[in-house]
């Protein structure tokens, strides 16, 4: 049961600073307990088991992706929450209340309150005595329904990127034990706690250029702790196996000062150091010197990492930017219909499995071309265990060695019956096609893009509100959760060194790479790659901070644009597309000196973005060692 009997508060998004803030920490300990929808919840169980002072869990669950899975789910009877939200309650919940840390998270998506709702039904099935607030953005628009067609939704449809103020908002109104959000800026979830916690106001620019670079790094998840850094045969990224098998999540130490460290749990796997660091400071923020949030525009070019353990690392010299520091806009995503999907795949194996792949793709153009004149622009092609990522060249040599191959055709397509036809001719390969084809799949879907728009803050409204459990001492069942009673399993310390990744062993000496010899990206640096809407951001972080300069001779422009143009050929065979590269790509490649690295954007490169894209990789995440693998020369 939930009691509703508290006050709502509605406010619009302009800035108005907060009355006699109150310093109540010296220091905040901020934790992320997922990173994105997937992320593991026993993760966060061991996070909140292993760091005692934890006073605030933060699950980021929210991509654009997911947030357009969301709004079809709804659109179509199902539910416009996250539906997970349900599994990572019934596991946290227990620990968090008992240890007194607040959740946070924007599982509601843009039904905040539905899952404050199934919250609130979790607590009460555990005997729990909770709150739980909401804070999400209300509209006011007129009309009825939802409408496709290129055409806008209604209120609830749209959703626009809030900041900190919301959930600071309910923080000081409620204290509640759980804060729902909807679409919150990712770094703003993490950031309102500090400001809430140390006092600080929206005037404080400095010190919310701190949180927000805290909050950035933080969303990242175990990206930031060693997840998504391993790579075998890499000198400087070679880990041992074990050392992901207990990765911990990080969290942050944030001082009332702005002093920013930080930390994985003691005993745990993974790594943290300058180089996991570098790599998600650089993560999706497009030009450095003014990434943009809802709060604060912050300058990254200057921030410096300093090792103080193998656990944590201190973060400094992020500040407002130069040019605007706080946005007078906001970031509106207004869900509209980017096409119907239609898809194929089959296999084949064995002696002329490329000639045959290349035989049926052959066969379903020439067959879509006679039933719908004009439509093959539509289909992507790529063959699996060949090129499906887009990242090699079509050299002969490389598919001599192929001998188990699956071809993929993916078309987007502006009417149903076209993504349908597509499927159909696909299947016909069964009976029409070259010998020993096997493993048909086909499907098609409609797609939903999120078109940005800015708007004035003015016209973003948003309301926060309370509802708690009302369980009775005498109805409360005693609850155990064997998981959350165990003790953590920590890596022991002698293990530890046997398990130190290869390349930052103590003591290990970084040189020069070596002048005038071809030698692969890879061994001169590292990288991380990550989208915005059809743009690809990508890091170059040597692993000799003085190579940068001779990096910049060859990473240009021109160098980029070139070995990006495999991304756009629509097909694996050049007979069939030898597509030249697109006019609208453009690269800007910007300097970042805190850290001695290059952060690299691409636009125009990811097919329309992740919400229409026709790749396997549709966030374009394995472009990183796209660029790595590329031959160069030193001077």
Same mark, same amino acid.
């Given at each position: 049961?939930?009691?509703?009997?508290?006050?709502?508060?509605?406010?619009?998004?302009?800035?108005?600073?907060?009355?006699?803030?109150?310093?109540?920490?010296?220091?905040?300990?901020?934790?992320?307990?997922?990173g994105?929808?997937?992320?593991?919840?026993?993760?966060?169980?061991?996070?909140?088991?292993?760091?005692e002072?934890?006073?605030?869990?933060?699950?980021?669950?929210?991509?654009?992706?997911?947030?357009?899975?969301?709004?079809?789910?709804m659109?179509?009877?199902?539910?416009?929450?996250d539906?997970?939200?349900?599994?990572?309650?019934?596991?946290?919940?227990?620990?968090?209340?008992?240890?007194?840390?607040?959740?946070?998270?924007?599982m509601?998506?843009?039904?905040?309150s539905?899952?404050?709702?199934?919250?609130?039904?979790v607590?009460?099935?555990?005997?729990?005595?909770?709150?739980?607030?909401?804070?999400?953005?209300?509209?006011?628009?007129?009309?009825?329904?939802?409408?496709?067609?290129?055409?806008?939704c209604s209120?609830?449809?749209?959703?626009?990127?809030?900041?900190?103020?919301?959930?600071?908002?309910?923080?000081?109104?409620?204290?509640?034990?759980?804060?729902?959000?909807?679409?919150?800026a990712?770094?703003?979830?993490?950031?309102?706690?500090?400001?809430?916690?140390?006092?600080?106001?929206?005037n404080?620019?400095?010190?919310?250029?701190?949180?927000?670079?805290?909050?950035?790094?933080?969303?990242?998840?175990?990206q930031?702790?060693?997840?998504?850094?391993?790579?075998?045969?890499?000198q400087?990224?070679?880990?041992?196996?074990?050392?992901?098998?207990d990765?911990?999540?990080?969290?942050?130490?944030i001082?009332?000062?702005?002093?920013?460290?930080?930390?994985?749990?003691?005993?745990?796997?993974?790594?943290?150091?300058?180089?996991?660091?570098?790599e998600?400071?650089?993560?999706?923020?497009?030009?450095?010197?003014?990434?943009?949030?809802?709060?604060?525009?912050?300058?990254?070019?200057?921030?410096?990492?300093?090792?103080?353990?193998?656990?944590k690392?201190?973060?400094?010299?992020?500040?407002?930017?130069?040019?605007?520091?706080?946005?007078?806009?906001?970031?509106?995503?207004?869900?509209?219909?980017?096409?119907?999907?239609?898809?194929?795949?089959?296999s084949?194996?064995?002696?002329?499995?490329?000639?045959?792949?290349?035989?049926?793709?052959?066969?379903?153009?020439?067959?879509?071309?006679?039933?719908?004149?004009?439509?093959?622009?539509?289909?992507?092609?790529y063959?699996i265990?060949?090129?499906?990522?887009?990242?090699?060249?079509?050299?002969?040599?490389?598919?001599?060695?192929?001998?188990?191959?699956? /071809?993929? #055709?993916? @078309?987007?397509?502006?009417?149903?019956? *076209?993504?349908?036809?597509? %499927?159909?001719?696909?299947?016909? &390969? =069964?009976?029409?096609?070259?010998?020993?084809?096997?493993?048909?799949?086909?499907?098609?879907?409609?797609?939903?893009?999120?078109e940005?728009?800015?708007?004035?803050?003015?016209?973003?409204?948003?309301?926060?509100?309370?509802?708690?459990?009302?369980?009775?001492?005498s109805?409360?069942?005693?609850?155990?959760?064997?998981?959350?009673?165990?003790?953590?399993?920590?890596?022991?310390?002698e293990?530890?060194?046997? /398990?130190? #990744?290869? @390349?930052?062993?103590?003591?290990?000496? *970084?040189s020069?790479?070596? %002048?005038?010899?071809?030698?692969? &990206? =890879?061994?001169?640096?590292?990288?991380?790659?990550?989208?915005?809407?059809?743009?690809?951001?990508?890091?170059?972080?040597?692993?000799?901070?003085?190579?940068?300069?001779?990096?910049?001779?060859?990473?240009?422009?021109?160098?980029?644009?070139?070995v990006?143009?495999?991304?756009?050929?629509?097909?694996?065979?050049?007979e069939?597309?030898?597509?030249?590269?697109?006019d609208?790509?453009?690269?800007?490649?910007?300097?970042?000196?805190?850290?001695?690295?290059?952060?690299?954007?691409?636009?125009?490169?990811?097919?329309?973005?992740?919400?229409?894209?026709?790749?396997?990789?549709?966030?374009g995440?394995?472009?990183?060692?796209?660029?790595?693998?590329?031959?160069?020369?030193?001077?």
């Amino acid at each position: 049961m939930a009691n509703p009997d508290v006050k709502e508060f509605l406010c619009d998004c302009v800035i108005n600073l907060r009355e006699n803030p109150k310093r109540r920490r010296e220091t905040v300990y901020v934790g992320c307990g997922a990173g994105f929808g997937g992320d593991r919840p026993l993760a966060a169980l061991k996070l909140l088991q292993s760091v005692e002072d934890l006073n605030y869990l933060v699950l980021e669950c929210l991509a654009e992706r997911t947030l357009a899975d969301r709004w079809l789910s709804m659109a179509s009877g199902g539910v416009g929450y996250d539906p997970r939200v349900s599994e990572w309650m019934h596991l946290l919940l227990p620990v968090a209340v008992e240890k007194g840390t607040c959740i946070i998270t924007n599982m509601g998506a843009i039904d905040p309150s539905g899952a404050q709702k199934k919250v609130l039904e979790v607590a009460s099935e555990l005997g729990l005595t909770i709150s739980v607030a909401v804070a999400h953005e209300v509209h006011f628009e007129t009309g009825s329904g939802s409408s496709f067609g290129g055409q806008s939704c209604s209120a609830g449809g749209s959703s626009t990127y809030l900041g900190a103020a919301p959930i600071v908002e309910c923080l000081e109104k409620y204290q509640p034990d759980v804060i729902i959000t909807s679409r919150v800026a990712d770094a703003a979830l993490f950031l309102a706690p500090m400001v809430y916690e140390l006092g600080w106001n929206w005037n404080d620019l400095e010190l919310l250029a701190q949180g927000t670079l805290a909050g950035h790094l933080l969303e990242c998840g175990c990206q930031l702790t060693g997840g998504y850094f391993m790579h075998p045969g890499d000198q400087y990224r070679d880990m041992a196996f074990p050392l992901l098998q207990d990765l911990s999540l990080p969290y942050a130490e944030i001082g009332y000062d702005g002093k920013v460290c930080v930390s994985k749990a003691e005993g745990s796997g993974g790594i943290l150091n300058t180089s996991t660091c570098a790599e998600q400071l650089l993560y999706e923020i497009a030009d450095p010197s003014a990434y943009i949030t809802p709060d604060v525009v912050i300058d990254i070019q200057g921030v410096s990492f300093l090792p103080l353990s193998d656990c944590k690392v201190q973060c400094s010299g992020a500040k407002p930017s130069a040019n605007t520091s706080v946005p007078d806009k906001l970031l509106r995503l207004i869900p509209k219909e980017c096409g119907w999907k239609g898809w194929g795949e089959i296999s084949y194996g064995g002696h002329g499995s490329i000639q045959r792949a290349k035989a049926s793709e052959f066969l379903v153009r020439s067959w879509m071309e006679e039933t719908i004149p004009g439509v093959n622009h539509c289909i992507l092609s790529y063959v699996i265990g060949l090129d499906s990522l887009k990242a090699t060249s079509n050299d002969t040599e490389s598919w001599q060695s192929c001998r188990d191959i699956r /071809l993929r #055709m993916d @078309g987007l397509f502006k009417l149903k019956e *076209h993504a349908v036809q597509l %499927s159909k001719e696909f299947t016909a &390969l =069964y009976t029409n096609g070259p010998a020993g084809g096997g493993g048909i799949s086909t499907g098609h879907k409609m797609e939903i893009v999120l078109e940005k728009r800015l708007v004035s803050r003015e016209s973003v409204m948003w309301k926060t509100g309370l509802q708690h459990t009302n369980t009775s001492d005498s109805d409360t069942p005693e609850h155990h959760s064997p998981v959350a009673q165990e003790k953590i399993q920590k890596i022991p310390k002698e293990n530890q060194n046997n /398990l130190t #990744m290869r @390349g930052y062993q103590s003591g290990f000496h *970084h040189s020069p790479a070596p %002048s005038g010899q071809k030698i692969p &990206l =890879y061994s001169v640096a590292h990288s991380r790659a990550g989208d915005k809407g059809n743009d690809i951001n990508f890091s170059i972080i040597p692993h000799y901070s003085p190579d940068i300069e001779r990096l910049k001779l060859i990473i240009t422009p021109q160098w980029v644009k070139h070995v990006m143009s495999v991304l756009l050929s629509t097909s694996s065979f050049l007979e069939i597309d030898a597509k030249p590269i697109d006019d609208n790509v453009s690269v800007e490649i910007y300097d970042v000196k805190g850290i001695h690295a290059m952060n690299v954007v691409v636009r125009n490169i990811l097919d329309g973005g992740v919400n229409c894209s026709r790749r396997i990789d549709r966030h374009g995440k394995t472009i990183s060692d796209l660029i790595l693998c590329q031959q160069v020369v030193l001077i």
